[in-house]
């Protein structure tokens, strides 16, 4: 008998969105108190000096200006039972 090779999955991220964190608080019985979007700084990008540059220009620009807070990356929910 040989050894059984797992089945490879892909990941699901059903709830990295506002509209899906409403619609799975609201399948689960809570509502959303409070829900903030936000931009970090990219230290994933320091190995690059130039790359890094580029990623504190983007987290400063969608952090400053309201109108691009739908492309912030970080989010946050605080959820309250119903």
Same mark, same amino acid.
Do not use: C, H
């Given at each position: 008998?040989?050894?059984?090779?797992?089945?490879?999955?892909?990941?699901?991220?059903?709830?990295?969105?506002?509209?899906?964190?409403?619609?799975?608080?609201?399948?689960?019985?809570?509502?959303?108190?409070?829900?903030? $979007?936000?931009?970090?700084?990219?230290?994933?990008?320091?190995?690059?000096?130039? $790359?890094?540059?580029?990623?504190?220009?983007?987290?400063?620009?969608?952090?400053?200006?309201?109108?691009?807070?739908?492309?912030?990356?970080?989010?946050?929910?605080?959820?309250?039972?119903?």
């Amino acid at each position: 008998m040989g050894a059984r090779r797992p089945t490879p999955s892909r990941p699901r991220y059903r709830a990295n969105d506002r509209r899906a964190i409403r619609r799975l608080a609201a399948a689960s019985g809570f509502r959303v108190a409070e829900l903030d $979007l936000f931009e970090t700084k990219p230290d994933y990008l320091f190995f690059s000096r130039t $790359l890094y540059r580029a990623g504190i220009a983007y987290e400063r620009a969608v952090s400053r200006w309201d109108s691009l807070e739908g492309i912030r990356v970080q989010l946050i929910a605080d959820l309250e039972a119903v």
